[in-house]
C-alpha cells in the first residue's frame, strides 16, 4: 500500500487500516524513528477523575510551575 506526503507535509492513513485498527478522528499517536521507518503507535486516552486529595496536589504544583516551562515526562505524571 502506498501513500503519499502532501505538500503541508501531511499523510492520509487509508481507510482499510483505520478500520482494521479500529481508530477513530482524534486519535493520537506516538511516533518513532527506526532506522529508516517511521512506527506509529496508537495512543489509548483514558479519562482520569482525581480525588480532591489529587487535585489539591496538582494545584499546588501548578502554583508553583505556572511561570516556568518544563516537559512532562511519564516518570512525572507517576509521582503525582
Given at each position: 500500500m502506498t501513500i503519499t506526503l502532501t505538500s503541508k507535509n501531511q499523510i492520509t492513513i487509508?481507510?482499510?487500516?483505520?478500520?482494521?485498527?479500529?481508530?477513530a478522528e482524534g486519535a493520537l499517536f506516538d511516533i518513532h524513528?527506526?532506522?529508516?521507518?517511521?512506527?506509529?503507535?496508537?495512543?489509548?486516552t483514558v479519562e482520569?477523575?482525581?480525588?480532591?486529595?489529587?487535585?489539591?496536589?496538582?494545584?499546588?504544583?501548578y502554583q508553583k510551575e505556572k511561570n516556568t516551562a518544563k516537559k512532562v515526562t511519564a516518570r512525572d505524571i507517576e509521582r503525582l
Open positions: 487509508p481507510k482499510k487500516l483505520i478500520n482494521e485498527m479500529h481508530l524513528i527506526k532506522g529508516n521507518r517511521l512506527e506509529l503507535v496508537p495512543l489509548e482520569k477523575i482525581f480525588s480532591d486529595e489529587e487535585y489539591a496536589r496538582l494545584e499546588s504544583v
